[in-house]
């Protein structure tokens, strides 16, 4: 099984978002869209929040993720913009990772 956050940082990029890692306030990596750049960014600082933004440059979504859990539990946490239909964007990647996984 894919680990949560890699699945989810590639849903985002495939959204046309930007990904920020960091760590209280911290920012190592700004406004990527490089999966490779992200994923060794994440490697480097451990436990940190991913900050997503949308071609604007508009916070769309944050996540906590602690990369070393188990494949289904590296994102702890989450939060995002509600879209039309009233369900966030990380809500449905999050619907249908786990409906994949299990």
């Known amino acids: 099984m894919e680990k949560a956050y ?6 985002a990029l495939k959204k046309g978002h930007s990904v ?4 209280h306030g911290d920012i190592d990596l700004k406004k990527s869209r490089k999966f490779t750049e992200i994923k060794k960014y994440i490697r480097i600082v451990g436990d940190c ?3 997503f933004y949308d ?4 916070h769309v979504g944050t996540a906590l993720v602690i990369p070393d859990l188990a494949p ?7 939060t995002s913009a ?3 239909g009233g369900k966030n ?8 990772y786990f409906k ?3």
């Open 6 to 11: 890699l699945s989810l940082v590639k849903h």
């Open 20 to 23: 920020s890692v960091g760590w």
């Open 49 to 51: 929040h991913l900050r």
């Open 55 to 58: 071609k604007s440059g508009k």
């Open 72 to 78: 289904d539990e590296t994102v702890s946490d989450f």
């Open 82 to 84: 509600k879209t039309r």
């Open 89 to 96: 964007w990380i809500d449905k990647w999050f619907s249908a």
């Open 100 to 102: 994949q996984a299990y």
